[in-house]
């Protein structure tokens, strides 16, 4: 397991934060240990999430071409065919993924392709399976698209989210489980399908990014 580089600031800042408390706690409190032990437990209990938070995980990512891979880790919570006005502008099958605070949330290229599109749209920060989300919230669209398949990626940030970062550009190749982002702190991620794509997931299912397979291409 690695930290991801998102999360430098945050956890220098924590550690501060938490060496302070501390000797705050001990200053003020040591003699009276039922105050004492709680302070110090729920400050370090906040530390170790920030730290857990911005974790890379060791994993086996499944590869091929004819492959779709989770670009999230979280919980499947729509699978339906939608209208997608940005890119498209045509009915496409939508599956989002919501990623709680307690997931990794590297955001990976479910494909290999071309960045054919890329564009950050400020706003909301409604909570993120709200319906209005997808189009209200703060969020980014990248598409990527090669010889067998088009793609739409959606990051959206959710209530806890105040900071989609992306790292890729239109134009540029880009590797099937390659990162193009991430999001702090609660969000989702949506993907658009082609109508007719058998999606290998079901509504409530846990996935996992770069691991888990979301569809098959002929």
Request: charged share 20%; net charge positive; aromatic share 16%.
């Amino acid at each position: 397991m690695t930290i991801h580089r998102e999360g430098y600031k945050y956890i220098i800042i924590a550690t501060v934060v938490f060496i302070g408390v501390a000797w705050l706690n001990q200053f003020f409190f040591s003699s009276i240990w039922w105050l004492y032990w709680p302070i110090q437990l729920v400050f370090f209990l906040l530390w170790l999430w920030i730290v857990w938070f911005f974790r890379i995980p060791n994993r086996q990512f499944s590869q091929g071409d004819n492959l779709i891979v989770a670009p999230a880790d979280g919980k499947v919570v729509v699978i339906e065919e939608t209208f997608e006005p940005e890119y498209f502008k045509d009915n496409r099958l939508q599956v989002s993924i919501f990623m709680s605070p307690l997931n990794v949330h590297v955001n990976r290229s479910p494909i290999k392709g071309i960045v054919k599109y890329m564009k950050y749209h400020p706003g909301k920060y409604l909570v993120a399976w709200h319906p209005k989300s997808s189009t209200e919230n703060e969020r980014t669209t990248v598409v990527v698209g090669n010889e067998k398949t088009t793609l739409l990626m959606r990051q959206i940030a959710g209530a806890l989210a105040r900071r989609i970062c992306y790292y890729v550009k239109e134009g540029q190749p880009i590797a099937q489980n390659q990162e193009f982002g991430f999001i702090r702190f609660g969000s989702r991620v949506d993907i658009y399908f082609p109508v007719g794509t058998q999606i290998d997931v079901k509504i409530g299912e846990i996935v996992q990014g770069g691991v888990t397979i979301l569809a098959k291409m002929p």
